[in-house]
């Protein structure tokens, strides 16, 4: 079972490697602009992590969050995009989790069976993600 750090600097990797699409434009790119509470929440959540390479150096408060390392911004979608990887199991291990919205967000695959686990689970989205996430066993 992951602990929190540990599960944080999974969603870390996840983030830096496949990118977030968190701003908003006009259509040109060089209008593409940080949406302030997205940029609150980023800084908000490097504050929980242990950064020991400094790999998150770029998320100051004085740049624009489009411009940072891992992050990447998209003015139609504003969606994350796992370009069809499967959904990592150790979010079953999070069994604090309330809410988890993973809709539109590209992942694709098997649903892994350890979502099971989130017992206090109130809400879970996986719309738009069909067809290609799917389960075989859902007993």
Known sequence: MLDCAMAENFLLFL?????????????????VLCIE?????????????VDPLNRLSSWDVKQDCCKWVGISCDNSTGNND???VRIPSF?????????????????GGLIPHELGNLSNLNHLDLGGNYPSLYTENLG
């Not at 983030?15 to 060089?30: A, E, T, W, Y």
């Open 37 to 49: 509470s997205e940029r609150e929440a980023l800084l908000r959540f490097k504050k929980g992590l």
């Open 91 to 107: 979010l079953g291990s999070m069994v604090s989790l309330r809410y988890l919205d993973l809709s539109y967000s590209s992942f």
């Open 15 to 31: 983030m830096l490697f496949f990118g977030m699409n968190i701003c908003s434009g006009s259509g040109n790119p060089s209008e």
């Open 82 to 84: 796992f370009e069809g």
